[in-house]
Each structure stands twice: as C-alpha cells, then as structure tokens.
C-alpha cells in the first residue's frame, strides 16, 4: 500500500499553494500572474516565470475580446479539444481548420507546413480574435506574414497566445512576435518551452476570470 493524497480537493489547494511559495510572481500583473500560475500547474515547472514574456493589458485584451463573442483560432486540434466550453463567458466558437480537406493542397501551393497553410482559413475570422498556437513555430511566423502582408488594413487578433514548443523555429518565432511592429497583445514563453498543455491552461484561465 502506498500513503498519498486521495482527497482531490486538498490536492488542488496544496498544488496551487506550492506554486505560489516556490514561483516568482512579484512584479506581475494579477491578471497575468493568475493565468502563469495556470500555465505552471499544467506543467510543473515553477520557472517558467523567467522565461515569460507579455504586453501589460494581453489578458485584459483577451478576456474583453472573449465577452465580446470573439472566436479563438487555434493551430491544433489538441488546444481546441482542451478548452472548457462552459469557463467561455459567450459560448466563444473555437476553431482549429488543420484538418480541413483544403490544407494539404494549400500547404503544396505555399511551400510551407499544413499547420502553417491552415492560418488561411483564417482570415474571415481573424479580426478581434483571440489566437492560441502552442504546437508549431511556422504558424506563429505566418500569423505575423499575413499580419504584415496586409499592412495597415489586415485583419488583427485581440490578442495572441504564442508558446509553439520545438528545437527548429520556436525560439525565434516566439521572439518574432514580442518584437514585432505591429504591436499585438501577447503572452509568449521564450526558448523551447511551449506545447498544447501550456496554451489551453492560459486560455481556460483567461475565460474564467477566477482566482
């Protein structure tokens, strides 16, 4: 027999009590450091904080863009799968078009990856979004393209959840997009760090406004 926790809700206090003693929170927001204790809960690592990156109203922008009715455009089918419907403040419609029968032929057409190509089927929907790509560096890179491509009247998410995990192209399409012109909302974890589990924890913490 083995001694260990069984009461679940116990589990859940001390769990986010241990974040909050071994984590470095001082100096952020509390709407963004409420949604890093999220991102470290769903990944164990208390250092995340030092990698983290942010502009000061990214949630703010985020949770308005959600009451609003706003869509959340996701590069996989893992963070659409993860969302908690019922935490979404306007039954927000959540869309992952990757296994649309299109992509393929358009990722051949733009020489690029099928998550990348799958952004086109985007565009309709684009404005005002909330944007969440936690799997591929080339999705993060093409946002930014299409972004700068239409210059000053293309269509812009409310904000961007940009933690893509990998060896080839997050670091840099992580830093692409914090130093990027056009000034859009973001939350990213530099380096390699990143995945599905990283970008549905800050969305569902996003939508649920709680503690």
Same mark, same amino acid.
């Not at 969440?132 to 812009?156: H, K």
């Given at each position: 027999?083995f001694?260990y926790?069984k009461?679940?809700?116990? =589990?859940?206090r ?7 003693a071994?984590? $470095?929170?001082a100096g952020?927001?509390? $709407? +963004? ?7 470290i809960?769903?990944c164990g690592?208390v250092d995340l904080?030092?990698?983290l ?6 949630v *703010?922008?985020?949770r /308005?863009a959600?009451? /609003?009715?706003?869509? =959340?455009? %996701? $590069?996989?089918?893992? =963070?659409a799968?993860?969302v908690?419907r019922?935490r979404?403040?306007? $039954?927000?419609? +959540?869309? %992952?078009?990757?296994? !649309? ?11 690029t990856?099928?998550?990348a190509?799958?952004? *086109?089927?985007?565009? !309709?929907r684009? *404005?005002?979004s909330v944007?969440?790509i936690g @799997?591929?560096?080339t999705a &993060? ?6 972004? *700068?491509e239409?210059?000053?009247? /293309?269509?812009r998410p409310a ?11 997050a670091?840099e399409s992580?830093?692409?997009?914090a ?7 973001? &939350?990213? +974890? ?6 599905? /589990? ?5 969305l @569902? ?7």
């Amino acid at each position: 027999m083995f001694e260990y926790e069984k009461d679940g809700a116990a =589990i859940y206090r001390q769990s986010f009590a241990t974040i909050r003693a071994e984590a $470095d929170l001082a100096g952020l927001p509390a $709407d +963004v450091g409420q949604v890093v204790v999220r991102m470290i809960h769903a990944c164990g690592m208390v250092d995340l904080v030092r990698d983290l990156a942010y502009t000061p109203r990214v949630v *703010e922008k985020a949770r /308005a863009a959600l009451r /609003a009715g706003a869509p =959340i455009l %996701c $590069d996989v089918a893992m =963070i659409a799968s993860g969302v908690t419907r019922r935490r979404l403040p306007a $039954d927000n419609e +959540v869309v %992952c078009t990757l296994a !649309d029968p299109a992509v393929p032929q358009l990722a051949a057409e733009l020489g690029t990856t099928r998550t990348a190509a799958a952004l *086109e089927l985007w565009r !309709d929907r684009l *404005e005002g979004s909330v944007v969440a790509i936690g @799997n591929a560096p080339t999705a &993060l890179f093409r946002l930014l393209e299409m972004i *700068e491509e239409g210059g000053a009247d /293309a269509p812009r998410p409310a904000a961007v959840i940009g933690v893509p995990v990998g060896f080839v192209g997050a670091v840099e399409s992580k830093q692409a997009l914090a130093e990027h012109s056009s000034g859009l909302e973001h &939350l990213v +974890v530099h380096g390699r760090r990143g995945g599905s /589990a990283l970008a549905v924890s800050a969305l @569902n913490a996003i939508a649920s406004e709680e503690e």
